[in-house]
């Protein structure tokens, strides 16, 4: 029995069935590529989901680990450290907020960005002003698995095995300003969206629906919060997606690329949410901890001493055109969107979505499909355009041979019948 085999006999008996794994045992990674058991070479356009920006290996990574690591790893929130502050400083600085509460995951951050708003709400009610507790969420948003994250979370095989999930929100039709109108009064405490959708299947809202939720919000005291979690921190080419529109959300929540692989996320606030937070209302054992807060700094620095940010909308916009073209080449694909190293293909089908993941796996190229029909690329911010050319060709031949077979099954058909 192979490695992998025992490996997959094990975990079969051992784990929860919650994942679907493909069959490989990755045992290292380079750059953009990671290492199989066999020396294999993948190109990794998924990063991990969007966690690896810097791809693997990477020297201020690991000098950051190594320094930390040996320093100090785990303090609890219960004593200073000298991380917190210099990453809040890094985060605000970047995001126009001013605030910052440090968790350990997406769906963590998420959870905290909601009790503020809750408490946030809570505080001016008791400043005289009326305002519910009821939150406006998206259709096909996906903000996390934990039981506020999933209640806003739109697809309902996420949410109804667990029912009932957290009560008081509200699902708005994707980028539909009637609707939100509708659905939005002073019961609201915030709008809950993502600039640009990612599970979803890389959606980015339009101008026109961010400005009417950000004027609905003002005009009650209610909330906007942006979940930056997977568009954040660089991956469209501005540190925010929500820069792209120009528009400030009153909290914000980041983490998947946060600190390359160590678990860290953040939330980022007003002063304004900052009044409603005292002592012991909210907290973490290990959320924002030296070591995750060592290499974030790190991460940050890297970003902006290497210009990735600037890569990211050069490599991201060539990726969009290559795309586009592929587009005009092959009918199977319907759209092309995103924003620099945030993009996706949709395809006229779910079964084609898989097979084209399946044979580009076979390709050795790692890319995933969302949201049934949309092929999803999260690559490293270090991606090269000779990465892409990779990739591109790959995607071309196998849309291709798809055509080609399906000609000639329709061909076979017509002798058949005719
Ligand atoms: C991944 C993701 C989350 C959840 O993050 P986890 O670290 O998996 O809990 C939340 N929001 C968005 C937009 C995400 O992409």
Redesign the pocket.
């Known amino acids: 029995m192979s490695k992998l085999d025992a490996i997959r006999a094990a975990e079969a008996k051992l784990l929860l069935s919650t994942y679907d794994r493909n069959p490989i045992l990755f045992v290292g990674g380079e750059g953009v590529h990671l290492i199989d058991e066999g020396g294999n070479r993948y190109l990794d356009l998924l990063s991990g989901?969007?966690v690896n920006a810097l791809g693997y290996r990477h020297p201020a990574v690991e000098e950051a680990l190594v320094r930390q690591g040996t320093a100090l790893i785990h303090t609890s929130n219960l004593y200073f450290h000298e991380g917190q502050a210099e990453l809040a400083l890094r985060l605000t600085e970047r995001s126009g907020l001013t605030r910052a509460f440090f968790a350990n995951?997406?769906?963590?951050?998420?959870e905290g960005a909601m009790k503020f708003a809750r408490a946030h709400a809570g505080l001016l009610r008791s400043e005289g002003k009326q305002i519910g507790t009821r939150f406006l969420a998206l259709e096909h948003?996906?903000?996390?698995?934990?039981f506020g994250?999933v209640s806003t979370t739109h697809k309902a095989k996420y949410r109804e095995p667990f029912a009932p999930v957290v009560p008081g929100v509200d699902f708005v039709r994707f980028d539909d300003i009637a609707d939100l109108r509708s659905k939005f009064s002073n019961e609201v405490c915030a709008i809950l969206v993502?600039a640009i959708?990612?599970?979803g299947g890389i959606r980015p809202l339009s101008q026109e629906f961010l400005a009417e939720a950000r004027r609905l919000a003002d005009s009650t005291g209610a909330l906007l919060i942006i979940?930056?979690?997977?568009?954040g921190l660089g991956r469209t080419g501005k540190w925010f997606a929500y820069q792209h529109y120009g528009i400030q959300p009153d909290i914000t929540?980041v983490?998947?690329p946060l600190a390359a692989g160590i678990?860290l996320?953040a939330v980022l606030c007003t002063e304004e949410v900052a009044r409603a937070i005292h002592p012991g209302m909210h907290g973490t054992t290990f959320g924002g901890g030296p070591l995750a807060c060592a290499v974030a700094i790190a991460v940050i620095d890297t970003m902006e001493k290497n210009q990735l940010l600037s890569n990211a909308t050069e490599v991201g916009g060539y990726f969009m055109d290559g795309l586009r073209t592929l587009a005009h080449r092959h009918e199977a694909i319907t759209d092309v969107r995103g924003k620099g190293l945030m993009l996706a293909a949709e395809l006229d089908s779910a079964d084609l979505a898989k097979e084209v993941v399946a044979e580009m796996l076979k390709r050795r190229i790692l890319i995933n499909c969302t949201s049934d029909t949309v092929l999803r690329f999260l690559p490293p911010y270090i991606l090269t355009r000779a990465h892409v050319d990779t990739a591109l060709a790959a995607l071309d031949e196998i849309l291709a041979e798809h055509a080609g077979a399906a000609h000639a099954a329709a061909a076979a058909g017509d002798v058949k019948h005719g």
């Open positions: 989901i969007g995951t997406g769906t963590e951050a998420w948003s996906f903000h996390g698995r934990t994250s993502e959708q990612g599970e979940d930056e979690i997977q568009a929540t983490a998947k678990p996320g």
